[in-house]
Structure formats: structure tokens, C-alpha cells
């Protein structure tokens, strides 16, 4: 990995997080491993996204999601962790593929690590919960993480899903619709949310933290992204 690659992850960062106005770094940048996936026929990076690693939960409190939550209940995590952030795609490309691809790649870096927990933090465009009252009730009825790992408010600017009133059922097919295409794939994998989300004025969005412990992923799933990362 080289200076130039990172700039063109932060660059093509800065186009789908911020409009491509200005750039899109952070002092995490420089522990992190960047994943570039590229058109083999034309050069172009089609996506990105940041690894950063960790050999037990001792040290989470030193990742990016640790701005936004109190992630001290996974200090007595004893398998590897590794943080994915930043993960992007172009807004110019709508190509599914490249969303598998990303996530072979990742699958590949797990196996070869022994990644007990991959997490980072998904987000929702804009800051105005209501526009996502139902997908935030799907993930309170269907996907809050267990009591043992799952973070801490840390945040002044929250949006606790347990907490709000009382409401119809989820309209299941609009809250599905309404995630985000990380989460949804997470979501699909067995992953798990936090119980709130918080706002990033910085970045105009609504963060949520997001798990997956890898011996939970299906059988099946992990065999195609395996396939797709030629390890199958």
C-alpha cells in the first residue's frame, strides 16, 4: 500500500461521504490497512474501505467507534478484533458485484487473521430519525446485540431506539428498503446493533454501531464469499 493509494481511498472517500467537497481523513488513517477494489480493465477504484486490528478487546477504546461509544463491554473480548470503517462505494457505480467483491476481500483478511469480531459503525444518511422510524424499529425487534458486548451511550446527540414511543408495527418491507446496503449485509450475515444511533453532524449522518462474530455467519453465505475470494 502506498501514499498514493491512500490518497485515492480518501479521495474517492471524500466524493461518497461529502459530496466530493473538500477531503476525508482522520488521524486513524495512518494505523489503518486500506482495501482498494478496482475495475482490472480500466484502474478505476470502485470501492474502499479501512481495517484496523486488534488482538483482544483490551484496546478497542482506541478505534474510531470508540468517539462515538463507550465500547468498554468488549474489553474482556479475548478473540482478534478488527474495526471496518469508512467502507465506500462509488456513487457512480451500481454494480452489486462490487459489493460482493468487497466482502470476499474482507473474508479473505478474516481467515488469515482469525477474526473472532468484526465491527464498525453503518450509517444512515441525514440526521432526522424520524425519516427512519421503521428501519429503526426493525433493528430494536429483531437485531439489538447481546447485553455482554454491546456498547455504551457515550454520545450527547443519541437516538435510542428502546426509548421511543410507542408505534405501529414497522412497515418490514420500507425499514429493509431504508438500510443501508452494509448493514443490510451484515444484517444477512448474523450481525447485531447497538441499542441507539448517533449523530455526526460532521459528516451529516446517523452512526450505528454494528457486529458481526464471524463463527456466526452461515454456512453457505461464508462458502460463496470464499468462492468469490478464490479460496473455495
Not at 491512500?6 to 473538500?22: I, P
Not at 443501508?180 to 446517523?206: C, E, F, K
Amino acid at each position: 500500500m502506498t501514499p498514493a493509494d491512500v490518497a485515492r481511498a480518501t479521495d474517492l472517500r471524500a466524493k461518497a461521504f461529502r459530496g466530493g467537497k473538500g477531503q476525508d481523513r482522520d488521524p486513524f488513517d495512518h494505523r489503518c490497512l486500506h482495501v482498494l477494489v478496482e475495475n482490472q480493465a480500466t484502474g478505476a477504484l470502485l470501492a474502499t474501505f479501512r481495517l484496523l486490528s486488534f488482538p483482544t478487546g483490551a484496546e478497542v477504546g482506541e478505534c474510531y467507534s470508540a468517539q462515538f461509544y463507550d465500547l468498554s463491554p468488549l474489553a474482556g473480548y479475548k478473540a482478534n478484533l478488527v474495526e471496518m470503517g469508512r467502507f465506500c462505494l462509488d456513487p457512480d457505480c451500481h454494480d452489486p458485484d462490487v459489493l460482493r467483491i468487497s466482502w470476499a476481500a474482507l473474508t479473505r483478511y478474516v481467515d488469515s487473521h482469525a477474526v473472532g469480531l468484526l465491527f464498525g459503525c453503518t450509517s444512515f444518511a441525514g440526521t432526522d430519525p424520524a425519516r427512519y422510524r421503521d428501519a429503526f424499529a426493525l433493528l430494536l425487534d429483531r437485531h439489538i446485540g447481546p447485553e455482554v458486548w454491546r456498547p455504551l451511550a457515550k454520545s450527547p446527540d443519541i437516538v435510542r431506539f428502546a426509548s421511543r414511543p410507542a408505534n405501529p408495527a414497522p412497515d418490514i418491507k420500507r425499514a429493509v428498503q431504508s438500510l443501508p446496503p452494509l448493514l443490510r449485509t451484515y444484517l444477512a450475515m448474523g450481525g447485531w446493533v447497538s441499542d441507539h444511533a448517533v449523530i455526526d453532524a460532521d459528516l451529516g449522518t446517523m452512526h450505528v454501531f454494528t457486529a458481526l462474530e464471524t463463527p456466526s455467519v452461515p454456512t453457505p453465505r461464508a462458502k460463496i464469499l470464499r468462492q468469490i475470494a478464490g479460496q473455495g
